[in-house]
């Protein structure tokens, strides 16, 4: 059975950083694109980045560029996001997916690279930012 469990999520003032973890099992982790994605209250799931199986491409929604950094560690079956700079805006419930690498073609087209309906996710973690 395959799992994603979300860490480091909290409470932190405007201006702050986090650090999530997503650790899985049950899958072979470096055949797996991996995203972060959030959501709200009242609002729909967004995509905020995801990184390819290798590490070697990466996306961000334009709403975090420059402020988190995606990062994976193949041996410890681990995707990490930075955050800094947290706004109020950021506060959302923060998920992990995975699904299988897809063509390096993807990472070259504008937007979001990777399937809406990802094959696995996470429970999520909570992100408060308060201003």
């Known amino acids: 059975e395959v799992y994603l469990v979300e860490s480091g999520g909290g409470s932190v003032q405007a201006g702050g950083s986090l650090r999530l973890s997503c650790v899985t099992s049950?899958?072979?982790?470096?055949?797996?694109?991996i995203g972060w994605w959030r959501q709200a209250p009242g609002k729909e799931r967004e995509g905020v980045s995801c990184i390819s199986s290798s590490g070697g491409n990466t996306y961000y929604a334009d709403s975090v560029k420059g402020r988190f950094t995606i990062s994976r560690d193949n041996a410890k079956n681990t995707v990490y996001l930075q955050m800094n700079s947290l706004k109020a805006e950021d506060t959302a419930v923060y998920y992990c997916?995975?699904?299988?690498?897809?063509?390096?073609?993807?990472?070259?087209?504008?937007?979001?690279?990777?399937?809406?309906?990802?094959?696995?996710w996470g429970k999520g973690a909570l992100v408060t930012v308060s201003s």
């Open positions: 049950g899958l072979r982790f470096d055949n797996y694109d």
């Open positions: 997916a995975a699904d299988m690498a897809s063509p390096s073609s993807y990472w070259r087209q504008r937007g979001w690279p990777l399937r809406y309906g990802m094959d696995y």
